[in-house]
């Protein structure tokens, strides 16, 4: 089974990301879930302890320059710097605007698939693809 990591940090108007990652938890059995309120450092204690994984998904905020957490800004070079020592074969980015973070990414991540967006992302729309995405990769 593919090792996967989730991370869902809580924020203001995440409606639907409690019903997406219990989805994602049950079709995909994440060997590592970071869901609710959760430090930068907390993040990157949690990363720093896994070798490699195959498949990362984010569901929260983000905007052109980074991943938002509860309380803090993931910047897009952080993010390359931790996803990338992971070495994963997929990336879903289930957030609005992230497609300069998926194109850093793709370049320096050899043979990875990332999934993100142009643009804003209506919640209700992020919900159903993550539902389907996540059905989809577990058959």
């Known amino acids: 089974m593919a090792k996967t990591l989730v991370i869902a ?20 059995h994440p060997d590592r879930l970071l869901q609710g309120r959760f430090s930068l450092s907390e993040l990157i204690r949690s990363l720093d302890s896994l070798e490699s994984v195959d498949y990362i998904f984010f569901i929260g905020h983000a905007n ?24 994963p074969k997929l990336i879903f980015l289930n957030s609005c605007d992230t497609l300069t973070l998926a194109v850093n990414l793709y370049s320096e991540i050899p043979g990875v698939t990332i999934i ?11 919900l159903l693809t993550g539902l389907h995405f996540a059905e989809a990769l577990a058959r």
């Not at 052109?64 to 070495?87: H, M, P, T, W, Y």
């Not at 993100?116 to 209506?122: Q, W, Y």
């Open 9 to 28: 940090p809580s924020g203001k108007n995440l409606v639907y990301s409690d019903v997406e990652v219990s989805h994602l938890v049950e079709n995909l």
């Open 64 to 87: 052109a320059q980074g991943l938002e957490l509860s309380d803090e800004f993931l910047d897009n070079a952080q993010v390359i710097r931790l996803f990338k020592k992971l070495d």
């Open 116 to 126: 993100g967006t142009r643009t804003e992302v209506i919640d209700q729309s992020a």
